[in-house]
């Protein structure tokens, strides 16, 4: 089955959740881990870090799924 460039195209953008999704979450944690390791806050910087970053990664895979779903109609 032979694949047309939009068709790659389409897929790797797809692909590119999990990445996204786990460079959000990672990206918070570190901040928050420097910020509470900085002000001596520890865990709560962190945690804010990790819910963030989540949310920072989630709101980016929907839109890469609103971009893509559009497309295809």
């Known amino acids: 089955m ?3 460039g939009d ?3 389409t897929w790797a953008g ?3 959740i999990g ?4 460079a959000g979450v990672l990206f918070g944690y570190f901040v928050g881990d420097w910020l509470d390791r900085r ?3 520890q865990p ?3 945690v804010v ?3 963030l970053g989540s949310a920072g990664g989630f709101v980016e895979v ?12």
């Open 2 to 4: 032979a694949f047309r």
């Open 7 to 9: 068709d790659l195209r």
């Open 14 to 16: 797809i692909g590119s």
């Open 19 to 22: 990445p996204v999704l786990a």
């Open 39 to 41: 002000f001596g806050t």
């Open 44 to 46: 709560w910087c962190m």
């Open 49 to 51: 870090g990790l819910l």
């Open 62 to 73: 929907f839109a890469i799924l609103q971009k893509y779903s559009a497309r295809k109609k």
